[in-house]
């Protein structure tokens, strides 16, 4: 069977603005998230309520026409549970239909594979962000799939939702065949079996292709379906295609970061109101323990990234600063590049109130449980705490 590219959700960066208060960058950024799924010909993509809030500037009516002449691929995004509340914004499609041609066993039989989308409500139990409004996915279930499986001999659902909601989607639903779904996971378990449905999860970041093999009889039903994980290392060379976006990408929203960052007159130096103050701050009372750190690996983290050209993915930038994502910590190279790297505070936390007024009991940095927070197996799979410790111990 040919293959199918299909994402189970949460595609596009900093979703923690809403809809109008999306910098200029990140909406940069998320465009060519949007071109390079249509340049390397994804079948479709799930969108999950984190995305909405850049999904309500794409899906405006005003311009949509045009944004998908430039972008085709907003029409693979899909979703049955989420409509627009505003008028003024256009509803993505509950799924499509890809036609694809047996290679084997009944050669030139073609199948319809149908694949829809579905995602929970927000963490907080939030059901209208940025203009759309999320439907209680195990409704839109019962609502779509028969209507689907009329056009469809598969039914493929992608499901950004936690793997006991996965399951329970699958136990309700005997039209669905197979759920990938999403949900801040890096597992690599086996696929699991409800009902007919099998059950695989994508990986968070990345950092591998998920393959999942349909065996199909002579009639082209599916007699078994069997999953695994490439690990997208070192051993898998680049596709120069691939390569040239990512370059231009970086090229353009680095451009739109350093213009806004002029624009602004930012200033490099610190707020007083942030709680941050910046390892050079701790030495004037921890020159030793400044010294170790400086010969660290932490210490040069954001040269890391810049090497393998992920300085601008906030995936992976979260971990090689300080306070990203909190208020007054990392915002960017450009406007706060006294908070990048592994400092001090990204393990003892915002040390503006101890440099105040020094006392014992700040900072305590339990081991290695603080660890494990960025060194995750997905992440850094040769950490061995042991072999790691020494060389920041202070």
């Known amino acids: 069977m040919p293959a199918l590219f299909l994402d189970a959700g949460n595609l596009f960066s ?23 799924y249509g340049e390397f010909h994804q079948t479709a993509a799930n969108i999950s309520f984190n995305d909405l809030p850049y999904l309500a500037s794409l899906l405006s009516n005003e311009g949509y026409e045009e ?13 049955a549970n989420v409509r627009p509340l505003d008028s003024q914004l256009h509803a993505p ?15 030139g039989k ?20 940025a203009g759309f409004q999320i439907d209680d996915p195990r409704a839109a279930a019962k609502r779509i799939l028969p209507e689907l499986k009329q056009k469809a001999d598969v039914i493929v659902a992608l499901a950004y939702m936690p793997q006991e909601k996965a399951q329970q989607l699958a136990s309700e639903n005997p039209e669905i065949d197979t759920i990938i779904g999403a949900y801040k996971t890096t597992t690599q378990e086996q696929p ?37 994980y490439i690990d997208l290392d070192a051993g898998i060379p680049d596709d120069l295609a691939a390569q040239q976006l990512v370059a231009d990408a970086h090229t353009e929203f680095t451009n739109q970061q350093s213009s806004n960052a002029q624009l602004a007159n930012t200033s490099t130096t610190l707020s007083a109101n942030s709680p941050y103050v910046g390892s050079q701050a701790c030495a004037a009372c921890h020159q030793a323990e400044f010294d170790k750190w400086a010969q660290s690996g932490h210490a040069k983290a954001m040269a890391t990234l810049e090497r393998k050209g992920q300085q601008f993915d906030n995936d992976c930038v979260k971990c090689h600063t300080v306070g990203f994502g909190q208020s007054g910590g990392f915002q960017s190279l450009m406007t ?22 020094p006392a014992k009991g700040y900072g305590f940095m339990p ?28």
Not at 93 to 107: C, D, E, S, T, W
Not at 110 to 129: H, M
Not at 337 to 357: D, F, T
Request: hydrophobic share 30%; with cysteine; charged share 20%.
């Open 67 to 79: 944004r998908v002449k430039e972008l085709p691929f907003i029409n693979r995004l899909i979703s």
């Open 110 to 129: 073609e199948l319809r594979i149908g694949i829809v989308g579905f995602t929970e409500p927000g963490p907080t139990g939030s059901n209208v962000i």
């Open 14 to 36: 900093d979703q923690n603005f809403t809809a109008n208060q999306l910098p200029a960058d990140v909406i940069t950024k998320n465009k060519w998230v949007v071109k390079g």
């Open 93 to 107: 499609g509950p799924y499509v239909i890809q036609n694809i041609k047996l290679m084997r066993g009944a050669a």
């Open 336 to 357: 706060t590049p006294q908070l990048a790297n592994v400092q001090c505070e990204s393990c003892h936390g915002p040390g503006r109130q101890h440099v105040n007024a």
């Open 367 to 394: 081991t290695p449980v603080g660890c494990v927070q960025c060194h995750t197996k997905s992440n850094s799979p040769d950490f061995n705490f042991e072999t790691y410790w020494p060389k920041v111990k202070h």
């Open 192 to 228: 699991q079996h409800f009902g007919r449905a099998t059950i695989t999860y994508a990986f968070d970041q990345t950092k591998a292709l998920g393959e999942l093999r349909y065996y199909v009889k002579g009639d082209g039903s599916i007699e078994n379906q069997v999953n695994r």
